[in-house]
């Protein structure tokens, strides 16, 4: 199972992203949302961060703290709580 984390300024709207993402997954991918002060916390096991569009500027900060692939969440996406389209997305960065 993909351990995906999501990443933006509270964790709170990413909350409801992470949930649908997981539920597009059909129980292939464990997904969760934190801050962004507080995700490297919870990096135990996690193969990929996706960042909310409104810090994609902390990709770089964010990929100087971690060893996994760190992406944007894409805004139309993120925007209408895509999770399946979303969840493609991760399938392609992960080539699954």
Same mark, same amino acid.
């Given at each position: 199972?993909?351990?995906?984390?999501?990443?933006?300024?509270?964790?709170?709207?990413?909350?409801?992203?992470?949930?649908?993402?997981?539920?597009?997954?059909?129980?292939?991918?464990?997904?969760?949302? !934190? #801050?962004?002060?507080?995700?490297?916390?919870?990096?135990?096991?996690?193969?990929? *961060? =996706?960042?909310?569009?409104?810090?994609?500027?902390?990709?770089?900060?964010?990929?100087?703290?971690?060893?996994?692939?760190?992406?944007?969440?894409?805004?139309?996406? !993120? #925007?209408?709580?895509?999770?399946?389209?979303?969840?493609?997305?991760?399938?392609? *960065? =992960?080539?699954?």
């Amino acid at each position: 199972m993909k351990k995906i984390m999501l990443v933006c300024n509270a964790g709170m709207s990413t909350g409801m992203l992470a949930k649908r993402i997981q539920e597009a997954s059909e129980g292939t991918m464990e997904v969760h949302a !934190y #801050g962004e002060a507080e995700f490297i916390n919870y990096m135990d096991g996690v193969d990929l *961060i =996706l960042v909310g569009p409104q810090i994609r500027h902390q990709i770089p900060t964010i990929e100087a703290q971690v060893a996994v692939p760190v992406k944007a969440i894409a805004p139309q996406h !993120y #925007g209408m709580m895509d999770g399946k389209g979303v969840y493609k997305e991760i399938k392609k *960065i =992960l080539k699954d």
